[in-house]
Nanobody, 125 residues
Framework: VQLQASGGGLVQAGGSLRLSCAAS????????MGWFRQAPGKEREFVAS????????EYSVSVKGRFTISRDNAENTGSLQMNSLKPEDTAVYYC???????????????????WGQGTQVTVSS
């Protein structure tokens, strides 16, 4: 499956952004999806993940309660709604997908073998 992330930009602290991930090429509903981010000089880190049908979701501690992951299998898209953004959320955000069983989510980047190109999110203080 091919993935394309979009929706990044510059926002003030406390603001919101909605990232989108468009999937093509394969049956999107066969894939669990995740969002990861990488700040300059840091390793890529897990942000959120969602199971194939959207029934199971996982969040990192740093974003839980502020970010919401969702997906629309009919539209072959995934989303990450980011509220109450903080300067430390500044990073390149990547969507990723992996074929897996129903109800399974993955929180490690090595679990995913399909990646989008990344979209920059910058939060100013």
């Amino acid at each position: 499956v091919q993935l394309q992330a979009s929706g990044g930009g510059l926002v003030q602290a406390g603001g919101s952004l909605r990232l989108s991930c468009a999937a093509s090429g394969r049956t999107f509903s066969n894939y669990a999806m995740g969002w990861f981010r990488q700040a300059p000089g840091k390793e890529r880190e897990f942000v959120a993940s969602i199971s194939r049908a959207g029934t199971v979701k996982e969040y990192s501690v740093s974003v839980k309660g502020r970010f919401t992951i969702s997906r629309d299998n009919a539209e072959n898209t995934g989303s990450l709604q980011m509220n109450s953004l903080k300067p430390e959320d500044t990073a390149v955000y990547y969507c990723a997908a992996r074929q897996t069983a129903t109800g399974v989510v993955s929180t490690t980047s090595v679990s995913y073998n399909n990646w989008g190109q990344g979209t920059q999110v910058t939060v100013s203080s």
